[in-house]
C-alpha cells in the first residue's frame, strides 16, 4: 500500500455558499479541489447523488481527510480506474494509506512513487478512461475505505510481505455501468434522450509532476469496505440542464416589483 506525505496543499474556501455540507458518515471525508480555481468544489445533491462542477482545462485533486484516530485504506478510483495501477478499479486492489487524523490530496495518477501524471477535467473522449478502452464509468470519483487490523501485543506472528504492485494495463471495455447508476442514468436518458444521458467531461492524463509516496504494509480489518463514497461530476451548463444545479434568475432580469418593501425615503438633495 502507498503512503503519503503528511506535508499537503491546503486550499481554504473563504467565500461563495456551500449548498451542502461535506457528509459525516464514515471514517473518510472525500472532496475535489479546483487547483487552477483555487478553490473546494461545491458538493450538490441530486437523486441520491453527489455532484460537483468542473471545468474543462482545470487541473484537479482529490482530497482525503481521515477523521479517525486509526490508519485506514483508501482505494481511489477515477472514472472507474484505480488512481495507483491503472487497472480497472476495485476495492480490493492498491490504495492509499491515511494515518491518524491525516488529510492529503492526490493531484493525478501514480506514475512511480515520486511523479504523478495530473488530474485534469477535459473532454470524455479525451480522458484517461476512454482512451484505454473504458468510457462507461466516465465522470466519477469513488473511495473505499478500510479500517486496518489491530493485532493483540502479544501476537507475534509473522506478516506476510506485501505483493508487487501490477504495472498499469488497459482493460477490456466495461459492457455497462453498475447497477446503481444505471437507474439514475435510465432516469436522466428518459427526460432528455440517449444521446444527451451521457456525461460530457472527463479526466485527462495531463503532466507529471512531484509527489512523494512510499510503499507500507496494511492488514485490512474485514474483506468488505466499511464506506464507499461516489462523486459524480460534469460541466455548469450540463448539470444545469440535468436539474442538478437551480436555475437562479440573475437580479438585473428581475420584472419590476410593485411591492419592494421599505418606508419613502427623501429624495437626493440638489447641488
Known amino acids: 500500500m502507498y503512503r503519503i506525505s503528511a506535508s499537503v496543499l491546503l486550499v481554504l474556501a473563504l467565500c461563495g455558499f456551500r449548498p451542502v455540507p461535506l457528509p459525516m458518515q464514515g471514517p473518510v471525508a472525500l472532496s475535489i479541489i479546483d ?6 468544489l461545491d458538493q450538490y445533491p441530486h437523486r441520491g447523488q453527489r ?4 471545468t474543462p482545462g482545470h487541473r484537479y485533486s482529490v482530497r482525503m481527510e481521515n477523521r479517525t484516530g486509526e490508519r485506514v485504506l483508501v482505494v481511489l478510483s477515477v472514472d472507474g480506474v484505480n488512481a495507483i495501477t491503472g487497472q480497472t478499479a476495485s476495492p480490493e486492489q492498491s490504495g492509499y494509506v491515511l494515518e491518524p487524523w491525516q488529510s492529503s490530496e492526490i493531484t493525478g495518477w501514480r506514475k ?4 504523478v501524471a495530473q488530474f485534469v477535467f477535459t473532454d470524455h473522449g479525451d480522458s484517461y478512461a476512454s482512451r484505454t478502452g473504458r468510457p462507461a464509468n466516465v465522470g466519477v470519483i469513488g473511495a473505499a475505505v478500510f479500517n486496518e487490523l489491530r493485532r493483540p501485543l502479544y501476537d507475534v ?13 488497459a482493460a477490456a471495455p466495461q459492457a455497462e455501468s453498475s447497477a446503481s447508476n444505471r437507474s439514475a442514468d435510465a432516469e436522466v436518458a428518459s427526460a432528455y434522450g440517449k444521446a444527451e444521458s451521457r456525461q460530457r467531461l472527463g479526466t485527462g492524463h495531463g503532466e507529471r509532476e512531484w509527489s512523494q509516496s512510499s510503499t507500507t504494509r496494511f492488514e485490512r480489518a474485514s474483506r468488505t469496505p466499511a464506506q464507499i463514497t461516489e462523486l459524480r461530476y460534469d460541466t455548469r451548463s450540463r448539470l444545469m440542464a440535468l436539474g442538478v444545479i437551480p436555475r437562479i434568475r440573475p437580479e438585473n432580469n428581475r420584472p419590476p416589483q410593485a411591492f419592494p418593501g421599505g418606508f419613502v425615503p427623501d429624495p437626493p438633495r440638489g447641488r
Not at 51 to 54: A, D, E, L, R, Y
Open 35 to 40: 487547483r487552477d480555481a483555487g478553490e473546494d
Open 51 to 54: 455532484w460537483v462542477v468542473g
Open 112 to 115: 512511480s512513487n515520486a511523479e
Open 157 to 169: 506472528r509473522p506478516r506476510p510481505m506485501p505483493a508487487p504492485y501490477p504495472m498499469p494495463r
